[in-house]
């Protein structure tokens, strides 16, 4: 599985990608929005994670950019990962497009767990990752 996760904070792609590792996942990184857009453009990915809040474009935009695309790529499952604990946050970005939300800190499980949800939903069955 080909994970990109999008996020400007060095230590926070460290922390995910050795969670990643466990599972046999390979996480590329981006550490810029436009960086994220610029790799899915590029490349092949089975998922996105995505920080919320970065310098410039916003992973709001980022999301609403992959959904208005007119190929494949707009169905890319995006999760967004974010420290922002706004009440009505989680709403926000299911509406926008997103796939899940998940708050920092982030624990191996929970991340484990959304991965599968939406790996089974693709499927139509009940997938573990």
Request: proline letters at 2%; glycine letters at 6%; charged letters at 35%.
């Amino acid at each position: 599985m080909r994970i990109l996760f999008v996020e400007d904070d060095a230590m926070n792609r460290r922390v995910v990608r050795d969670m990643l590792d466990v599972a046999g996942a390979t996480m590329v990184e981006a550490d810029l929005a436009e960086a994220g857009l610029r790799r899915i453009e590029e490349e092949e990915f089975d998922l996105v994670l995505l920080d919320l809040r970065m310098p410039g474009m916003d992973g709001f935009e980022v999301i609403r950019r992959v959904r208005a695309r007119d190929d494949a790529k707009r169905t890319l499952p995006i999760i967004i990962v974010t420290a922002d604990t706004a009440i009505d946050l989680t709403e926000r970005c299911l509406a926008t497009g997103a796939d899940e939300v998940l708050f920092k800190p982030v624990a191996m499980d929970a991340l484990f767990d959304a991965i599968g949800r939406i790996l089974a939903k693709r499927a139509g069955g009940d997938l573990l990752f």
